[in-house]
Nanobody
Framework: QVQLTESGGGLVQPGGSLRLSCAAS????????MGWYRQAPGKERNFVAA???????NYADSVRGRFTISRDNAKNTVTLQMNSLKPEDTAVYYC?????????WGQGTQVTVSS
């Protein structure tokens, strides 16, 4: 079992940048894959980015080239660097960790992109 705590959400203007962090309560070595999802009001929760222990990353088409996911095993932290933000990026962002067949979720952090 792992507890996940997101931080870094807030209000940013279009074209701006924001960095989200996810702190895990246990070593990332024991977690198969970590990632980020987002959910706008009235819509489904959608995949954003994921990273595995070996450093392999995967991104949704809508964010590829703008977002970068990374992990710091020493700090048990996963980071999502978001650049060139658009209004359609507005959503609650959730950190996720998968261990075997179980996925754990953070509480979410609000990201609002508006001028």
């Amino acid at each position: 079992q792992v507890q996940l705590t997101e931080s870094g959400g807030g209000l940013v203007q279009p074209g701006g940048s924001l960095r989200l962090s996810c702190a895990a309560s246990r070593s990332l070595i024991s977690i198969n894959v970590m990632g980020w999802y987002r959910q706008a009001p009235g819509k489904e929760r959608n995949f954003v980015a994921a990273i595995r222990g070996g450093g392999f990353t995967n991104y949704a088409d809508s964010v590829r080239g703008r977002f970068t996911i990374s992990r710091d095993n020493a700090k048990n932290t996963v980071t999502l660097q978001m650049n060139s933000l658009k209004p359609e990026d507005t959503a609650v962002y959730y950190c996720a960790a998968t261990m075997a067949i179980t996925t754990y979720w953070g509480q979410g952090t609000q990201v609002t992109v508006s001028s």
